[in-house]
């Protein structure tokens, strides 16, 4: 009987042993606020942008493709990302997770003016839009500041790594005003004014049929790979991010040194027309994104 009742003893006390270990665990393990923790997770919405631009350095093109052309394409993205603790001793963390974003703008400053010298004077004005789908994929390390200010609870956290875009639709539309005057281009009395809006033209897979680019491609690429910095700052459930991404691959590019066009020797054969050569590229190089989200 003494020898049972000493083993329960025994055993009880291990097991109030057992829970005071527990719940000395619990209190080192269970984190003040969310982002304290191993692993957490967040959704959040932001705002993006982008600076787009198309050089065209085509001596040969018609008077209707510029030079180059300057977009700011703006928009909303949705986005996952979860951030894993990455070393034992200080918080130092791994971030990963996937955004996928709207985005639009048209040409800044000026229109595309294309004059015509003929009849009683014609302007053709063109401007253009980008409306663009894209899929980011970013990996980066973060390191946590926490409490800052004194303020118990706020976190800090900046970030340096890499991403990877998808394009999933990139689409430019041409729009066209025609401008038609009484007497010459430079006249002041206008007859009629009419404007077209044609069709969009994928930029994934749009290629020129005819003409200064026949044969050659605009085709976008659909994958982009890029590296960005950013900081993220984390209060209770609520996160706030800030980020800049600078592409490392444009989103196309053409060269075409030898010409586009050809002349015929005087002994048979021909040979590449000199000046008629083309250097074109699409560049999304400087992105930024601002970002509110909710941590679980």
Known sequence: MLLSVSLGAFAQDDEELDAVAEDEVAEVVVPTNPSDGKFFHRVQL????????????????????PA?????LKGLSLGWMGDFSIAKRFPLYLELGGSLAWETGSTTGN??????????????EYKYRVNAVTFTIPISVSYQFRDVANVKGLTVAPLVGLYARFNILAKRKQTLTQTEYSESVDGRDVIQSVTVTEENKSLMEYKQDGGWMEGRGHTGKLLQVGGQIGVNAFYKHYSFGLSYMCDFIPFAKHNSPLGLYEVEKSVGGVDPRSGTGCDMKISTTHNFALTVGYIF
Request: charged fraction near 20%; charge should be positive; proline fraction near 3%.
């Open 46 to 65: 932001g705002f993006v942008g982008t600076n787009a631009k198309y050089i065209n350095n085509c001596e040969t093109r018609p008077a209707r493709v």
């Open 68 to 72: 180059s052309e300057k977009y700011f």
């Open 111 to 124: 229109t595309v003016t294309h004059r015509m010298n003929t009849g009683e004077g014609v302007v053709n």
